[in-house]
């Protein structure tokens, strides 16, 4: 299995990005996705999450209306649409695959450290500065 994030950079505030994760030896059907992300010296947190058969999904408080994720089966791709970011949501965002969407609510619930996620992908940057 593999996930592969890309869409990070740099834009100013108030600006948007769109994050993609492209899954390899998954099918989306059958998996969660979900996105976190990890800023310098704070603890890697969810994000956002997609269950893969029927498009539930989960947001954190501080993305809520401000992000939205939104899967295409067809391409095995996860994408986080992020608008109006500000210079909070600079961080390493990652995105992972597990066969429960429970455990993307639990880990943002209760803290990554709370459960063990199956698949993880490489992260990719996003810095939101002037």
């Known amino acids: 299995v593999q996930l592969q994030a890309s869409g990070g950079g740099l834009v100013q505030p108030g600006g948007s990005l769109r994050l993609s994760c492209a899954a390899s030896?998954?099918?989306?059907?059958?998996?969660?996705i979900g996105w976190f992300r990890q800023a310098p010296g704070k603890e890697r947190e969810v994000v956002s999450c997609?269950?893969?058969?029927?498009?539930?999904?989960d947001y954190a408080d501080t993305v809520k209306g401000r992000f939205t994720i939104s899967k295409d089966n067809a391409k095995n791709t996860v994408y986080l649409q992020m608008n109006s970011l500000g210079p909070e949501d600079t961080a390493v965002y990652y995105c992972?695959?597990?066969?429960?969407?429970?455990?993307?609510?639990?880990?943002?619930?209760?803290?990554?450290?709370?459960?063990?996620?199956?698949?993880w992908g490489q992260g990719t940057l996003v810095t939101v500065s002037s």
């Open positions: 992972a695959a597990d066969s429960y969407y429970a455990s993307f609510v639990t880990a943002r619930v209760l803290g990554v450290q709370s459960i063990a996620i199956d698949y």
């Open positions: 030896g998954l099918t989306l059907d059958n998996y969660a």
């Open positions: 997609i269950k893969g058969s029927d498009g539930t999904t």
